[in-house]
């Protein structure tokens, strides 16, 4: 979901599912419905701030991304990237380079368990 409001996402799959479920079991799909017209209320009210992270894999590799969030993530939260949650486990600050203007602090994440 980089680079998508993931709480609207949200709530457009959680509709999809419950136009598919109506018939099953009516009081809890009406729940879900009202949830997703919730998220929905609460994506067209939030303010997203564009976050940076490092993407720590456990063969040592690792990746740079950015996704625009409604709060600042915090150490322990999952955030998903293509389709695969992340655990924030802490921040990696790079100093600043002779070349660049100011130091850069990313959010690092390893795959959620």
Same mark, same amino acid.
């Given at each position: 979901m980089?680079g998508?409001?993931t709480? =609207?996402?949200?709530a457009e799959?959680?509709?999809?599912?419950v136009?598919?479920? #109506?018939?099953?079991?009516?009081g809890a799909?009406?729940g879900?419905? #009202?949830? &997703?017209? =919730?998220?929905?209320e609460?994506a067209a009210?939030?303010?997203?701030?564009?976050?940076?992270?490092?993407?720590?894999f456990?063969?040592?590799?690792? /990746?740079l991304a950015?996704?625009?969030? &409604?709060?600042e993530?915090?150490?322990?939260?999952?955030?998903?990237?293509?389709?695969s949650?992340?655990?924030?486990c802490?921040h990696?600050?790079?100093?600043r380079?002779p070349d &660049?203007g100011?130091?850069? /602090?990313? =959010?690092?994440?390893?795959p &959620?368990a």
């Open positions: 980089e998508e409001n709480v =609207l996402g949200n799959r959680l509709e999809r599912i136009e598919g479920s #109506r018939g099953v079991a009516p799909v009406d879900f419905a #009202r949830y &997703a017209e =919730l998220l929905r609460a009210t939030s303010q997203f701030a564009r976050y940076s992270f490092k993407l720590e456990p063969d040592g590799r690792w /990746d950015e996704q625009e969030l &409604a709060t993530p915090r150490v322990g939260d999952l955030v998903w990237f293509d389709g949650p992340w655990q924030i802490g990696r600050f790079v100093p380079r &660049a100011h130091p850069h /602090d990313f =959010l690092a994440c390893s &959620a």
